[in-house]
């Protein structure tokens, strides 16, 4: 089945640097490659999305990159601010709308 | 709209104790999920439902049982638990493959 390799599990940067975290995934059929943002004791929500049909997608400060040939997908946020503190999950799906997910990583924005 | 919500917010069992957690979605979706988000495990599904009346086994089933005898809710079972069913339980909906996720349920089994 489907596995989904997350890195780092930690990254802290300064207020205003760029974030980078990235993933791979094993399965060359997975199709949907969502990102989720976790607070602290909150649930996961849905921040942005790719399908294997585009290779980027931006939405304001945050955007995703998938390279199919490598099976590797990447969220960038610029311009961090403290608010982007959070748990960040990858995550890619086969069909079936069957999500697995990556381990996560602890983004600290350091002000 | 509420969204997806579960029952309860946090329980504490002892081991051998059963309990059933509840989730309900009032955006009328057709997909129904239940996680469970261990320390440095991300989310892991248990069982699964595409439909009123179907379940089907996830990623981590042993130990817990399912159903959805209502379109609007997925029902997640534990009959005897364990300590290593202490964890945070998550309920998801989706119509399409975008989940949306209920605030959780934290259960201790001592």
């Known amino acids: 089945g489907e596995n989904v390799e997350q890195h780092p599990s930690t990254l802290s940067v300064q207020e205003g640097d760029s974030a980078v975290i990235k993933c791979t995934y094993s399965d060359s059929a997975s199709n949907y490659f969502p990102w989720y943002k976790q607070e602290l004791g909150k649930r996961p929500q849905l921040i942005i999305d790719?399908?294997?049909?585009?290779g980027e997608k931006k939405d304001q400060r945050i955007a995703v990159t998938l390279n199919k040939t490598a099976k590797h997908f990447s969220l960038h946020i610029t311009e961090t601010q403290p608010e982007d503190s959070a748990v960040y999950f990858c995550a890619a799906s086969t069909g079936g709308n069957k999500l697995v997910f990556g381990a996560g990583t602890i983004l600290r924005v350091k002000s | 709209n509420a969204g997806v919500t579960q029952t309860p917010k946090f329980r504490v069992l002892k081991t051998g104790q059963s309990m059933t957690l509840l989730c309900a979605q009032d955006?009328?979706?057709?997909?129904m999920y239940w996680y469970r988000q261990d320390p440095g495990m991300g989310l892991r599904l248990i069982h699964y439902s595409v439909g009123e009346g179907t379940t089907a086994k996830g990623e981590v089933p042993d130990g817990y049982n399912v159903s959805r005898l209502k379109k609007q809710n997925f029902l997640l079972g534990l009959e005897s638990a364990a300590p290593s069913q202490t964890s945070v339980y998550f309920c998801?909906?989706?119509?399409?493959?975008?989940?949306?996720f209920g605030p959780g349920t934290r259960l201790t089994v001592t």
């Open positions: 790719i399908r294997s049909n585009v």
């Open positions: 955006m009328n979706h057709e997909y």
């Open positions: 998801a909906s989706s119509v399409g493959p975008e989940q949306y």
